[in-house]
């Protein structure tokens, strides 16, 4: 904006010297403005002189020759101020779009030493993004923006659940199926994509093993075997490991699908990532009294809460508990992280409170030095009113949602009166309605 101003300016005052400072900021004296601008400065400079007069009508000059471009919209000239909105079209085409935010910055102090984490998305594998996933994406990816263009140093992570039981029974059902895959793997053969299940089917497979694991105790004891599998150390290869990272990938191509659309650029970490650091964890926390054993399993009893942290169950299982916590301190002292911040939704609010909990009678961090903060959103219901979840049934998917929003924005402009009178009527480009579907979710 200030680029914007100074060419004009210059041209008018028949200079231009580093000290010919503009000061831009956002408008507070006219809240329907995006920015404001006072030139009293060089006005009165003239004060005295016979361009005086002539000065008074800088800011009015100033309007005549900066409307008429792709950026500036409606500008208001009032004495010594002028009042700035950008065009929409502008601010639309550049809103999701990280280079814009390296054109200009408003440097917060402290940016420059605070290294900073953003966890969002952070789906479960083996599942469809449900529409209740967009929330934290978007609140995810904005806070990046907003971030980088305040200077901070900002990393992104989407941890993935990847690791707990019910990948376990997961691998069990595909097993029982004897779908392609598996067959590959189990006859020594490469895995080829075409025989991966689709994303639609690996999440009926997630729902169908849930159920199977609740009604067949043999199921149940066998899910349960893999998933201790799944969690042996990372040199440890076996069958089931092999067969979980093919549902990994065919679970990567829907995801990476959805993201594509909606310009989502994350680095995936699950939760699988930590695993070797599971055991060391777990054996610090119970020597500085953070966990105990109750009845065969591992859990803090953090003081204010009925329920305790459970870590580790008594048939040797880690919950997401375990790796939350090998997640934390991973990126305190290893990533040397001074902000993290975790977006889900407001149903984990006491998981977070005790995990930070955990972690500072750890002693891993002070809380004066760094800052963990749980960022949560409502929850997102059917029309049930109940919590929308994948696990117990199938919603609304995600993709799902913006293939509704293509067909209902293309019938939109189809059957508006302009369209309805043009003979090029056929030839119309419909908008990509993905970005609209952004905006309503953060409106």
Not at 295 to 318: H, M, N, S
Not at 329 to 339: A, D, E, Q, V
Request: contains cysteine; glycine residues 6%.
């Amino acid at each position: 904006m200030e680029k914007l101003l100074r060419e004009p300016l210059a041209s008018i005052l028949k200079t231009d010297t580093p000290q010919m400072k503009i000061l831009v900021k956002p408008s507070s004296r006219n809240p329907s403005y995006d920015y404001e601008c006072d030139f009293a400065t060089f006005i009165y400079s003239f004060k005295g002189k016979a361009e005086f007069q002539e000065m008074l009508s800088l800011p009015s000059r100033i309007k005549e020759r900066i409307t008429g471009n792709d950026v500036i919209g409606e500008v208001s000239a009032i004495r010594t101020w002028l009042c700035i909105n950008l065009k929409k079209e502008y601010l639309s085409s550049h809103a999701m779009d990280p280079t814009f935010l390296t054109q200009s910055k408003v440097i917060d102090p402290v940016a420059s030493t605070t290294r900073t984490l953003i966890d969002y998305s952070s789906p479960n594998m083996a599942k469809e993004f449900h529409v209740g996933h967009l929330r934290s994406m978007m609140h995810g990816a904005a806070l990046m923006n907003i971030l980088k263009f305040q200077g901070y140093e900002v990393s992104g992570v989407s941890h993935v659940g990847d690791f707990g039981s019910p990948m376990g029974q997961v691998v069990s059902e595909v097993i029982h199926r004897d779908l392609p895959f598996v067959r590959a793997i189990k006859e020594g053969k490469k895995v080829s994509e075409d025989m991966y299940p689709t994303p639609t089917e690996l999440s009926a497979i997630y729902v169908a093993a849930k159920q199977r694991a609740k009604d067949d105790k043999d199921f149940a004891t066998e899910s349960m075997k893999r998933t201790v599998e799944l969690q042996a150390p990372s040199h440890v290869q076996n069958e089931t490991k092999e067969i979980w990272r093919t549902v990994l990938n065919a679970s990567r191509v829907g995801f990476n699908d959805v993201y594509k659309k909606l310009g989502i650029y994350v680095k995936e970490q699950g939760e699988s990532f930590y695993v070797d650091m599971l055991e060391g964890i777990t054996q610090e926390l119970l020597e500085k009294g953070v966990l105990r054993y109750s009845d065969g399993a591992v859990a803090a009893f953090i003081e204010g809460y009925e329920t305790p942290l459970l870590v580790k169950t008594r048939d040797g299982t880690y919950l997401y508990a375990a790796t939350d916590l090998a997640t934390l301190k991973y990126r305190l002292h290893t990533l040397g992280m001074k902000r993290i911040l975790y977006i889900t939704d407001s149903s984990q609010r006491i998981h977070f409170e005790q995990l930070f909990k955990a972690g500072k009678l750890a002693g891993w961090y002070d809380p004066n030095e760094v800052s963990l903060e749980h960022i949560t959103f409502g929850l997102v219901t059917g029309e049930n009113g109940l919590k929308l979840s994948s696990r117990d049934g199938t919603p609304l998917t995600l993709a799902g949602l913006l293939k509704e929003a293509v067909v209902a924005t293309k019938a939109a402009v189809m059957t508006s009166n302009s369209l309805e009178r043009s003979e090029r009527k056929d030839q119309i480009l419909v908008p990509k309605p993905d970005s609209y579907q952004q905006y309503t979710d953060e409106g």
